[in-house]
Every structure is written in C-alpha cells, then in structure tokens.
C-alpha cells in the first residue's frame, strides 16, 4: 500500500460513528481537507444533534506537532499530541477525563493501574 492523495476524514468518521461504538480514536495530522471542514462538522452534528449525552466518546490523537501544540480537527473533542506510540492508551484514558465521559475515581483508578505498573 502507498498513501496518495487526501482522506476523507468525514467519511471515515461517519462509517465508524453508524456502528454506535463506545469510543472512536482517531489518529491524524489534524488537516481536515477532503473536503475541508467536513470532518468537523460531522463531529459537531453528532455531538449537538445525534449523540449530545456523549454516549460515544471520540479522541483525536495527532502524532504530528508544530512546536508545542497539535492541530485539531474539532472544537468537539479533544486532541492530544503522541510523542511516543507506547503512551496512546494513557493519553486516550485522559482525554476521556478531559471531556467528562471519565469520573475523578475512574481517573484515580486508571493512574494508580499506571504507577503500579511502572514500580513493577
């Protein structure tokens, strides 16, 4: 396989958002350019209209930086920059918190499960 072109991105999310998960994690550069903006208004419509209890939890997690921030593909979830593949599942568990889908007793559980780990 050999990337070419643009993606989708909005399309991607609309075929992983009809199955109803409980988390949808992707994984971009943070250009939403095929067309540009639909991938955040996709966002913005399941979030307002089609999901606004947050039944389903989207994470963007964009390996790519410009400096110190990451660009992001929607005011409606959050993004967080990975450095290192290996700290994915940490940052997707805090981006969780972030947004409220996760309590302060679920976030205390899952950092003690990490320093636990890390002493072993």
Known sequence: MHPAGATPLGERLLDALARRPGRVVVVSDGWDNAPPGQAA??????????????????????PVYDGFQVRTISPFVPSVGVRDAENAPVLVELARFATGTATFTQLRAHLDDLVEGFLR
Do not use: A, I, K, M
């Open 41 to 62: 208004e996709v966002l913005r419509v399941w979030r307002q209209r089609l999901d606004p209890d947050g039944h389903t939890s989207v994470v963007h997690l964009n």
